[in-house]
């Protein structure tokens, strides 16, 4: 203790900070360090927002959509895939498993271009599409990354699913409200199976989210029925049955969201989905 007393004041202050901070990294059920965490869909909106918090919460994030955006910050962390088809599930599954594998998988990745019209304008293909994109994407991703997980005995999955599922849109995106319906039946089995084997499935059904896919969905419903996008938005609440918030949530409400799912503060939430709409589904 002498000798320490001796020492300069700074480097003793710097030290005991080292220690303190060693000792929070196991004591912050907060934190994500050391975890490898995996995002599709990480680019934009929800997705780059989960991105972000992620990171700030000290995972190690890769990311995956179609296509790298212009002058991105951690390209030796990103792989361009489309996970809607087989092949592009089995380019990230692969560079993951090459590493080591994910300790986090968040499906956020999804999203609806049915034309409006109701059913009879909706082809089959189109159909096929939305499946692919929004449901068995998640499927073949967790296939190939969830068995690692259960080798090492841990491991978080959480699929996005909607509020869709339960009041769907029957105008301009059925298709999408029933892959997200499929996604929620396939993620509660999912989870009853792994739960037993140290690995968390949980469901997050957000309803409205102000991004630019939100826009780009009320030009859809108004160039389809000869409205302004106003008109549109009010069509899309009135819908809905209104919002009691008031407003849709916000990207960042729903990536807060996600790093306490994630977390080991989350440790006993299991095969749940948890919604996130402003008050917009009075049951689910």
């Known amino acids: 203790m002498g000798q320490e007393f001796g020492r300069d004041h700074t480097a003793l202050l710097e030290d005991l900070m080292e220690r303190w901070e060693a000792d929070m990294s196991h004591t912050d059920r907060d934190r994500l360090d050391g975890r490898r965490a995996l995002v599709s869909g990480g680019t934009k909106g929800a997705g780059a927002a989960v991105v972000d918090r992620l990171r700030e919460l000290g995972a190690d994030v890769y990311v995956t959509a179609r296509s790298m955006p212009a002058d991105y910050e951690r ?44 059913f009879e304008a909706v082809p089959e ?8 994109l ?7 991703l967790d296939r190939a990354l ?22 769907p849109q029957w105008e301009s995106s059925l298709p999408y409200a029933a892959a997200k319906a499929a996604l929620r039946t396939y993620s509660k089995g999912l989870a009853t199976e792994l739960a037993p084997k140290g690995v968390r499935v949980n469901a997050l059904s957000p309803g409205g989210i102000n991004t630019g896919a939100t826009t780009v969905f009320y030009d859809r419903i108004a160039e389809a029925n000869g409205i302004s996008r ?10 809905l049955g209104g919002v009691p918030l008031g407003r849709f949530a916000e990207p960042e409400e729903i990536a807060d969201l996600v790093g306490f799912l994630v977390s080991d503060r989350a440790s006993a939430i299991v095969s749940t989905e948890v919604v996130i709409d402003g008050g917009t589904v009075r049951t689910i």
């Open 75 to 118: 390209p030796d962390r990103f792989i361009a895939a489309d996970t809607s088809t087989r092949e592009g599930t089995e380019l990230v599954a692969a560079e993951l498993l090459d590493v080591g594998g994910a300790d986090i998988i968040v499906h956020v990745v999804g999203g609806s271009s049915t034309p409006a019209g109701g």
């Open 125 to 132: 293909e189109q159909w096929i599409t939305e499946l692919q």
């Open 134 to 140: 929004n449901f068995l994407g998640a499927v073949r």
């Open 146 to 167: 969830i068995p690692e997980m259960i080798a090492r005995g841990s491991g978080v999955v959480l699929h996005f699913t909607s509020i869709q599922r339960v009041q």
């Open 230 to 239: 106003e008109a549109a938005a009010q069509r899309v609440m009135d819908s």
